[in-house]
């Protein structure tokens, strides 16, 4: 009997992650299952009971309560549940409530266990270890690269273009037309195919060279007629190179024969031409170029103008395969040199500084983690005068006040905006000398109930980019003061537990905790500030100097503050999201909008949904961790 | 979808309209389909037998444990003496489970089709005279279906079709007529759209596709007789939910 229940059939393989599984057993697939009808209201499955199946909604909508009757998920069309109960042969942790109309596709416990059991890749999504399942996905979300060092890409990847040829007999008006019509300034020159076979060898290959210059110094200049064959003004025997070879190789060759064009060849045949042109566009999107132009800048208009290469730079590396954390470092390294030309410019207008200073990046500047379109947080530590208690003189600090506007509007200027809740060296509460420093930061961790410490948790991402000598003493000392501070702590983990991750998406919304959808994902709100604040609360906890919340998380579970497998699920959130947020950056940028942290969850892939809101569960889990260690109540 | 106005199952059934049809019907309706122009004794085995053997769903039945078979026919036309069938589609139900298990298809080969072959009703159910070549007898693809139906109760979306053609084939094949009890979905979605006495729905809002989009029924692939059967399946199951009935019995639905 030849069954085609292609409808089931089409849409299990159109739902993810059914769509895993091979072909065979997809056709297979269907005749196994039955299905069913709940009406609105109706409890499909209650916890604590163990469930009889595994239900794929076919349409219609489930709510997914715990025990408390909090929502846990909201499935629609092609969600699956009843899942852990199949897979543990236990009772239910979640009551399964229609929230519409639904029909429902049923699997049996057995069927689904087989399924586990024979195909690991459909296993994998279900697996709650989610740290190597999130590792996949931010595989899969970059691009197959070629290496981030731009210079080092090799000239396959750069040259995309065929290349324009003539073969040697070809007339020189013919050849200049085509250069004009196509719009090269170089042309290859190719021995021509013939009948006999033996031509067959040879056709095609590389014989020659012919650029502008070549016509105008041979044509217009000797007058050699344009009748003429090209190859007799051709220059035989170019210098060429291979595909595989490194853009720097080429870039190399070019600058010591003084070439603008070099032929990409592989096995004697051209398969493109590099020029100049490109290697310049390439070194436009160099990080370290951008770097290099940005201190050598003599003005605040060319330090804009070199800042304005950078989300260019942002743009090839998402393309690539950088990790955010790697692209993180650079956007920093970017900003760091321009805040430090910035200063640069204004000590050479104010003269030197009357006391030593460091200048420093909070936020996430101080943690290497810039972003595109990041606020700036930054403050002033200088250096104590005779009289650690006097603090600064009024003439002193009128000179850092004129340095802190210039470099803040400078930074602002480069497309960092002024931070909202001005945290910046402009503003004087911010531009303290290190002995009143010291006592901030003693107040902050002593008091950890007074209004003050509101949003000062910032203050501890601190990271000198200049004066370090003068910072980080402060800054051991203030670590010591906050390992293991129990007070001091549970505030900062409040904070942390009070952003709070939305359960994941349905419909095209995401969807929060009250059942509430919304049109916009706050990656911000949503994922990076809940994991940068737990990365803080394991590290001060310990006592680390790291700021990098990458680093952070590391080094903690080093000390043991955070376990290993928690601390490696947070960063493999944290680089998903992160991912997630320069991709959108970048897509915002090409379009020439402003960057921003929301993104609508139309655009994003069901696997891309898939991974965040594992990501979002990595952490609420990690949110509870620290809500039951500090003892934190009204958790939920 | 969420705003789709439900109303009171029970609200307003037609009971006077019940009551006038159960007294039309004899209570202790033939089991077996024994009312044939032979005897089930005198029938050669095979599918025919079988059917005709296994004892039908009681009236008192009730639905929750009702074993229907949903049925689809696609045909060259609407007329079960000169029209005839081209592929048929089925899946059982038990109660208020489909079991895609045992859904079955079976295409009757062009040959016995007659010469007119599939002719222009092609164009509604895609199934050319090529792909009919592949086909079965119609003996074969009627015995196919009775033996899927034996001890269940015919379920399809205007049902007359499905009944007329199957009871067309069981005489023109071996000279039986066949007793079929009847679940027409277009009759209970009649109950669903319109509950009020004098309410007449629209002949439209009656047709299988539309009757299921009112309960967000998934679309599938339409003039399928494999398909077709199971969305009237589907159909029936949120009718069940819908009108209540989950409690009553075979007498409640059956045509």
Redesign the interface.
């Known amino acids: 009997m030849n069954v085609e229940l292609t409808g089931i059939r089409d849409f299990l393989a159109a739902h993810h992650p059914f769509d895993l599984l091979p072909s065979a057993v997809l056709d297979a697939l269907p005749g196994r299952l039955t299905s069913r009808y709940f009406r609105r209201g109706t409890v499909i499955l209650s916890a604590g009971r163990p469930t009889e199946a595994v239900y794929i909604l076919r349409s219609g909508a489930v709510d997914i309560t715990d025990a408390n009757g909090v929502l846990a998920d909201r499935c629609g069309e092609g969600g699956a549940f009843g899942i852990s109960s199949a897979r543990d042969d236990g009772p239910s942790r979640f009551t399964m409530t229609a929230l519409e109309d639904s029909l429902a596709l049923l699997m049996t416990p057995e069927d689904f266990r087989g399924l586990l059991s024979a195909h690991p890749t459909f296993a994998r999504f279900f697996d709650e270890q989610s740290a190597e399942r999130l590792r996949a996905a931010v595989e899969a979300l970059r691009v197959p690269g070629t290496g981030h060092e731009v210079l080092r890409t090799p000239l396959r990847g750069i040259v995309t273009r065929a290349p324009v040829s003539v073969d040697e007999d070809t007339a020189i008006r013919t050849a200049a037309r085509l250069m004009t019509e196509r719009r090269v300034s170089a042309l290859l020159v190719t021995q021509p195919g013939g009948d006999a076979r033996a031509a067959e060898e040879t056709s095609g290959v590389l014989s020659g060279i012919v650029t502008d210059r070549d016509m105008r110094r041979l044509v217009v200049g000797e007058g050699m007629p344009v009748e003429s064959p090209v190859s007799s003004i051709m220059t035989p025997h170019p210098i060429t190179i291979d595909p595989d070879a490194p853009a720097v190789e080429a870039m190399l060759t070019m600058m010591q024969r003084g070439f603008h064009h070099l032929p990409v060849v592989e096995h004697g045949r051209p398969i493109g031409m590099v020029t100049s042109g490109d290697i310049m566009r390439l070194q436009q999107a160099n990080p370290v170029a951008i770097v290099g132009a940005i201190v050598a800048c003599q003005d605040l208009d060319g330090l804009i103008a070199a800042r304005s290469r950078l989300p260019g730079v942002v743009r090839e590396l998402v393309r690539q395969d950088a990790t955010a954390a790697e692209i993180g470092r650079i956007v920093t390294a970017v900003g760091d040199a321009v805040t430090r030309t910035l200063l640069r410019l204004a000590e050479a207008e104010l003269g030197p500084a009357p006391v030593p200073y460091a200048w420093v990046a909070l936020g996430s500047q101080g943690r290497l983690e810039l972003g595109l379109s990041s606020d700036q947080d930054n403050a002033l530590v200088l250096a104590d005068g005779p009289d650690p208690e006097a603090g600064l003189d009024p003439a002193a600090d009128a000179w850092f006040a004129e340095l802190a506007d210039r470099v803040t509007a400078g930074l602002a200027a480069c497309g960092h905006p002024l931070c909202p809740g001005d945290m910046m060296a402009s503003n004087p509460a911010w531009r303290l000398t290190r002995s009143q420093w010291r006592q901030v930061f003693a107040r902050w961790i002593d008091e950890p109930d007074s209004a003050a410490v509101l949003h000062a948790d910032t203050f501890f991402d601190m990271r000198a980019i200049t004066g370090g000598d003068l910072v980080d003493p402060m800054l051991a000392a203030v670590h010591r003061a906050t390992a293991g501070n129990q007070l001091f702590l549970a505030r900062l983990a409040r904070e942390a537990v009070s952003w709070v991750p939305p359960i994941g998406f349905f419909r095209g919304f995401v969807l929060d905790r009250a059942g509430q959808g919304s049109r916009g994902l706050d990656l911000k709100a949503g994922g990076i500030a809940p994991i940068v604040q737990i990365a803080r609360v394991h590290a001060l906890a310990a006592g680390l100097p790291e700021v990098n919340t990458a680093a952070r998380l590391s080094a903690a579970a080093a000390t043991g503050t955070i376990s290993r497998r928690r601390a490696d699920d947070l960063r493999g959130a944290y680089e998903l999201i992160g991912h997630l947020r320069h991709r959108h950056h970048s897509e915002q940028t090409e379009r020439g909008e402003a960057a921003d942290n929301v993104i609508d969850p139309a655009t994003l892939a069901t696997i891309d949904q898939h991974s965040l809101r594992d990501a979002f569960r990595i952490i609420k889990e990690a949110e509870q961790e620290l809500a039951f260690t500090y003892r934190l109540h009204a958790v939920s | ?2 705003a789709r106005p439900f109303g009171d199952p029970g609200r307003g059934r037609d009971k006077a309209r019940d009551r006038g049809r159960d007294r039309g019907r004899s209570s202790g309706r033939a089991r077996g389909g024994g009312r044939g122009r032979r005897s089930a004794g005198t029938l050669p085995a095979g599918p025919l037998q079988t059917y005709v053997l296994a004892p039908q769903p009681a009236s008192r039945t009730p639905l929750a444990a009702l074993p229907l078979l949903a049925v689809d026919l696609e045909t060259t036309g609407l007329d079960p003496r000169r029209d005839r069938i081209i592929s048929i589609g089925w899946v059982p139900v038990d109660g ?6 045992g ?4 295409v009757v080969s062009g040959e016995d089709l007659g010469e007119g072959g599939v002719g222009q009703s092609a164009t509604v159910h895609g199934l050319t005279d090529d792909r009919l070549r592949d086909g079965v007898s119609l003996e074969t693809a009627v015995g ?1 279906l009775l033996e899927a139906l034996a001890g269940r109760v015919v379920l399809a979306h205007h049902a007359a079709i499905e009944a007329g053609f199957l009871q067309a084939a069981c005489r023109r094949l071996w000279d039986v007529r066949l007793d079929l009890t009847v679940v027409d979905t277009m009759r209970l979605h009649r109950r669903v759209v319109a509950p009020g006495f004098d309410d007449e729905p629209r002949g439209e809002d009656l047709r299988l596709w539309n009757a299921r989009a009112r ?4 679309v ?2 339409a003039h399928d007789a ?2 077709d059967a ?1 969305a009237a ?2 159909l029936y ?2 009718q069940i ?2 009108l209540g009935l989950e409690r009553a019995d075979l007498r409640s639905v059956r045509s």
């Open positions: 979808m969420m208020t489970v489909i079991r895609l298990g859904a079955g298809q079976a196919m309960f967000g029924l998934p599938l692939r494999l398909h199971l399946a589907e199951l949120a939910a819908e």
